[in-house]
């Protein structure tokens, strides 16, 4: 009887590894997909396609769900899907309670998905999400207390201790952006004034840098760019955004003590043009507390995409061996 369930068990294990998901990060300004079978090293049919939140929060949807109908097509066998979406989530019910971002509020993101593609799916959010593909693939490998901040259109971060991401008691875990870093700063879309994400994210750097010289079109990365090449007006909100950062993630480090920070994003890709000037800007800040490693996410902007795939694939586990 002993041997008879573990062969079953193992072929069970067997199947469900070998099973074809799809994932998708929902973005501020992209919407990122690709399939993942288990026991590949990495995603295949990887798209990525404009989020555009300006149509509105019901044309969001819309493009999500025809975003994955089109990836269910690139594959003959599609068990489970797996979707993460910023803001506010309940991973319980499938609801985005909260996203500023893509203007939804109360949005049943799993269940319209799961009717829509008739697959289970699974539900996460898009940094608890990434931080997992990196725990388990990436820069966080090895390391038990970590913190994984991506910074993009807007900033959060996942707290990880022995292996597993704080949610915390409402779901509302890490939403480093919206700490308060400048009280007298701009209005946040949140409601507050001088969030972190009105200094440092990726589209507050191109923003107020447009505004202060009248040039559009520039991007985040142009602005370190220009800023490398003496434009002092870029350097200077370059410099202000590692301050703010800096002054989040040194609360951060006090409240969650990491061993290492991984940041992903954009941002993260200047490589150590971001993150020598973060790392001693963040040591200025600290005392008592123990400076972490401060590196750069392996999995770059497919760290959520990839979170959402294993995520599904969780979920295909958790069906095979039951309750």
């Known amino acids: 009887m002993t041997t008879a369930t573990s062969t079953g068990s193992t072929m069970s294990t067997a199947r469900t590894a070998a099973r074809t998901v799809i994932a998708l990060d929902v973005g501020g300004t992209y919407i990122k997909g690709g399939t993942l079978t288990g026991g590949a090293p990495a995603l295949e049919h990887t798209d990525r396609w404009y989020t555009r939140a300006d149509r509105g929060p019901e044309a969001v949807l819309e493009t999500v769900l025809a975003c994955a109908e089109e990836l269910a ?12 979406v910023p803001g506010i989530v309940d991973e319980e019910s499938g609801l985005a309670v909260l996203a500023g971002n893509l203007g939804w509020t109360g949005v049943p993101v799993q269940d319209w998905l799961a009717e829509h593609l008739c697959l289970p799916v699974a539900f996460g959010h898009d940094v608890r999400a990434g931080g997992l593909a990196e725990a388990r693939l990436g820069a966080g490998r090895g390391c038990a207390d970590f913190l994984f901040v991506p910074v993009g259109t807007g900033i959060a971060a996942a707290a990880f201790s022995r292996g597993r991401a704080l949610a915390g008691g409402h779901g509302r875990a890490g939403e480093l952006g919206h700490v308060v870093v400048r009280p007298d700063g701009a209005r946040c879309h949140c409601g507050g004034r001088g969030c972190l994400e009105t200094v440092a994210s990726a589209a507050a750097i191109a923003r107020r840098y ?18 490398d090449a003496g434009d002092t007006v870029a350097a200077g909100i370059w410099a202000e955004a590692i301050e703010a950062l800096a002054d989040a993630l040194a609360t951060a480090v006090t409240l969650y003590d990491p061993e290492r920070v ?20 963040l040591a200025r800040r600290l005392s008592f507390q123990a400076m ?32």
């Open 73 to 84: 097509g690139r594959c003959p066998d599609v068990d489970a899907a797996g979707i993460v």
């Open 210 to 227: 447009s505004r202060a010289t009248g040039r559009h079109g520039i991007t985040a990365r142009d602005v370190q760019r220009r800023a």
């Open 262 to 281: 991984v940041g992903g994003g954009g941002l993260a890709r200047a490589g150590e043009a971001y993150l020598t000037p973060l790392r001693e800007a």
């Open 292 to 323: 972490p490693e401060v590196t750069e996410a392996r999995l770059g902007d497919q760290a959520g995409c990839m979170g959402a795939a294993l995520l599904a694939h969780d979920l295909l586990a958790r069906e095979a061996t039951g309750p």
